[in-house]
């Protein structure tokens, strides 16, 4: 199994960036998927959240309005695109997939619960 992340990189304030989050060796379709990110010296924070049974999905409180989270099935590919982007974004963005759990309003699961972390793709927002 592999979720490998990209389209990370330096960009702007106010600037855009989408990220991708490709799956091999399981589908996605019995899985929430999460985005996490984590800042230097921070702890761990769920950005992002999609369940694919039903599409529901979770945002965290500073990235509502700003960030979309989607799926694409034909690819197995989940997404963050991320608008007005600002300093305090920065992060290294991680994906993460747990089988049957699912994510809805102010809840998504912990993350202890996830079954697959991919290995990151950091994002830079800076002038």
């Known amino acids: 199994v592999q979720l490998v992340e990209s389209g990370g990189g330096l960009v702007q304030p106010g600037g855009s960036l989408r990220l991708s989050c490709a799956a091999s060796?399981?589908?996605?379709?019995?899985?929430?998927i999460t985005w996490f990110r984590q800042a230097p010296g921070k702890e761990r924070e769920g950005v992002s959240c999609?369940?694919?049974?039903?599409?529901?999905?979770y945002y965290g409180d500073s990235v509502k309005g700003r960030f979309t989270i989607s799926r694409d099935n034909a690819k197995n590919t989940v997404y963050l695109q991320m608008n007005s982007l600002k300093p305090e974004d920065t992060a290294v963005y991680y994906c993460?997939?747990?089988?049957?759990?699912?994510?809805?309003?102010?809840?998504?699961?912990?993350?202890?619960?996830?079954?697959?972390w991919g290995q990151g793709t950091q994002v830079t927002v800076s002038s």
């Open positions: 993460a997939v747990v089988l049957g759990q699912w994510c809805r309003g102010t809840y998504y699961p912990a993350p202890r619960e996830y079954d697959y």
């Open positions: 060796g399981i589908s996605l379709d019995y899985y929430a």
């Open positions: 999609i369940t694919s049974s039903d599409g529901s999905t």
